[in-house]
């Protein structure tokens, strides 16, 4: 009985080996830093047939990018989903958002092309002086006057 899972083991590690993707990811990825969400691009030797998604919401449909047939593979993560993570710096002032987003190149398989990356944008709070005149009229104010006897120590 141990030797039919045994066989049927190395039979399957046989063929994982065997099966291997033409494909990765050409340059540098495409990030825009947008006002309410990061999106992630890249561009792909052959044409792409994978997932890209925020590390680990893999189950997670509004996490993963599901892409078939086009040289560019994506994905939007909105700034209150999918694992994004804002942190306020001081100097320089203002708010790092980050995520690490991984590209799949195969439907169903982890493969040695696929890469992870970590992605970051960083936005500066902006010095801002407001200046306003302020009038308060007359009679709304009222003096308050009273008299107090020094006190005796």
Same mark, same amino acid.
């Given at each position: 009985?141990?030797?039919?899972? !045994?066989?049927?083991? !190395? %039979?399957?590690?046989?063929?994982?080996?065997?099966?291997?993707?033409?494909?990765?990811?050409?340059?540098? @990825? $495409? !990030?825009?830093?947008?006002?309410?969400? !990061?999106?992630?691009?890249?561009?792909?030797?052959?044409?792409?047939?994978?997932?890209?998604?925020?590390?680990? %919401?893999?189950?997670?449909?509004?996490?993963?990018?599901?892409?078939?047939?086009?040289?560019?593979?994506?994905? $939007?993560? @909105?700034?209150?989903? #999918?694992?994004?993570?804002?942190?306020?710096? %001081?100097?320089?002032?203002?708010?790092?958002?980050?995520?690490?987003?991984?590209?799949?190149?195969?439907?169903?398989?982890?493969?040695?092309?696929?890469?992870?990356?970590?992605?970051? #944008?960083?936005?500066?709070?902006?010095?801002?002086?407001?200046?306003?005149?302020? $009038?308060?009229?007359?009679?709304?104010?009222?003096?308050?006057?009273?008299?107090?006897?020094?006190?005796?120590?």
């Amino acid at each position: 009985m141990t030797d039919g899972p !045994i066989v049927f083991l !190395i %039979l399957l590690a046989g063929i994982a080996s065997a099966f291997v993707v033409d494909n990765n990811v050409e340059g540098e @990825p $495409e !990030i825009e830093c947008g006002p309410t969400s !990061i999106t992630v691009n890249f561009n792909t030797r052959n044409e792409f047939e994978g997932h890209v998604y925020a590390k680990g %919401l893999y189950d997670d449909d509004k996490c993963r990018n599901d892409q078939r047939g086009r040289h560019v593979a994506g994905i $939007e993560l @909105p700034f209150d989903t #999918c694992n994004v993570a804002r942190t306020r710096s %001081l100097n320089p002032k203002g708010i790092f958002v980050s995520s690490t987003v991984v590209i799949s190149f195969h439907p169903q398989f982890l493969t040695k092309v696929d890469r992870a990356y970590k992605i970051q #944008c960083f936005y500066m709070e902006a010095d801002k002086t407001v200046s306003a005149d302020l $009038e308060v009229p007359q009679e709304m104010t009222t003096l308050f006057q009273t008299q107090a006897s020094y006190p005796h120590l």
